[in-house]
């Protein structure tokens, strides 16, 4: 029979949990999601914020022609770094049309309207292309324009390079799969976006909680006594609160932000890791490993972190993955209240919050519903990958098992 160590013994076990390797593979896909969505997503500006109001509430599906019309303005280009992580700012403005031709050295089109056809709009291919500082001091002169941009520098073409260049680059048809929100921005984006949102906060609120948790209960558990009896106390008084109110509490204390949150939600959910750690030192402290390390003058802080903590990191890691399903509740009750992420950051809770009042109307309903089950099916995940865990690390089931 080949050894297996303690971790693979875990993993057999975990292996065999049909629901908990289903939350695992949700994990791991919403993981590769929060890491590369500006990527994927077809929103490439930041926070996936592309407002065109004349799309807005249009359902999942929708496909629209754009025309990108330069702005007069620097275009800002961000370091690679932040283009991966944030996104691009637009350089062009995205006008949505229904149809539009080119004329001559003019570009003709009407703008998208779902009730009736507006009045035809038109721009100069020039204006359109460059990022022109003046516009009153374009020039054409035998068929060939030229132009002082907002770098400073001569941009000189003839009109049939306009219309190609305008032609190959600045006219654009994009699909809707999820349909867009009531300021045109696309959804699908806008809940990729979010997920990045709800699992920074929440692993960052899991991470603070473990550290104040495992330290106040160590120091409970260890030392007993005095100590014991005062950090109990603030355990007792923390719990005795309700959970979203001391976080309201806390938000409010803190100021509403992104970076307020995840220190709010964060400094609510160590009492269940305190109380456990507690315990766990309480059962491991008396045993032979720690009373050697003990006789060989290991200090406190070294018999804790080197030899009692490893050994009930098990329990610690069940507590932390169902806390971490806790803090993207407490997150998107925050953001729905608004005092949690604030716009235009995509948070889920927002988006439930900006569009809960569609639910009623027919057709439009999916705009609150989808970042609804987008918050239940990561839930969900995280409680079944912490059950799996539970019961693989199950003393009771191991001699099952065996």
């Known amino acids: 029979m080949r050894y297996e160590s303690p971790g693979q013994q875990v993993w057999r076990r975990f292996r065999k949990n049909g629901a908990a390797m289903s939350g695992l593979a949700v994990i791991a896909l919403a993981i590769l999601v929060a ?3 500006t990527v994927i997503r077809s929103d490439e500006s930041p ?3 592309r407002i065109c109001l004349p799309i807005g509430n249009q359902r999942p599906g929708f496909t629209c022609d754009f025309l990108l019309l330069r702005k007069n303005q620097e275009a800002m280009v961000p370091g690679l770094w932040q283009q991966f992580w944030n996104g691009t700012p637009d350089s062009m403005q995205w006008v949505a049309v229904s149809d539009w031709r080119i004329a001559s050295d003019t570009v003709f089109y009407h703008e998208w309207s779902p009730d009736a056809l507006l009045p035809e709009q038109f721009v100069l291919l020039a204006e359109a292309v460059w990022p022109i500082l003046d516009p009153h001091q374009l020039v054409n002169r035998d068929g060939k324009w030229s132009a002082r941009d907002v770098y400073g520098t001569i941009r000189t073409s003839s009109t049939e390079e306009l219309r190609t260049t305008f032609r190959e680059h600045q006219v654009t048809r994009r699909t809707f799969l999820l349909g867009t929100d009531r300021y045109g921005r696309d959804m699908l984006s806008r809940l990729l976006t979010g997920t990045r949102i709800t699992f920074f ?3 960052v609120a899991v991470v603070i909680a473990l550290l104040v948790g495992v330290t106040l209960g160590s120091l409970a558990g260890f030392f007993r006594g005095r100590i014991d009896r005062f950090i109990l106390w603030l355990i007792n008084v923390t719990w005795s609160m309700p959970t979203l109110l001391l976080v309201i509490a806390i938000t409010l204390l803190l100021g509403k932000g992104f970076s ?9 959910l160590w009492v269940d890791v305190a109380r456990l750690v507690r315990g766990q030192i309480f059962s491991v402290r008396e045993q032979e490993f720690v009373t050697a390390g003990r006789a060989l003058g290991y200090k406190n802080a070294r018999v804790i972190f080197r030899h009692i903590l490893p050994n009930i990191a098990g329990p610690v890691l069940v507590v932390a993955a169902a806390n971490f399903s806790t803090a993207i509740l407490l997150e998107a009750g925050l953001s729905f209240l608004g005092i949690g992420a604030q716009p235009p950051t995509p948070s889920w809770g927002a988006m439930i919050k900006e569009n809960y009042g569609y639910i009623i109307l027919p057709g439009t309903a ?5 970042p609804g089950l987008a918050i239940l099916l990561l839930t969900l995940a995280f409680t079944f990958v912490a059950n799996g865990l539970r019961d693989a690390l199950d003393s009771r089931q191991q001699l099952l098992s065996a």
Request: hydrophobic share 60%; glycine share 8%.
């Open 201 to 203: 906060v929440g692993l």
């Open 47 to 49: 926070e996936a914020n």
């Open 35 to 37: 890491l590369c969505c």
């Open 260 to 268: 307020q949150v995840f220190i709010a939600v964060g400094l609510t």
């Open 366 to 370: 999916y705009l609150a519903v989808l």
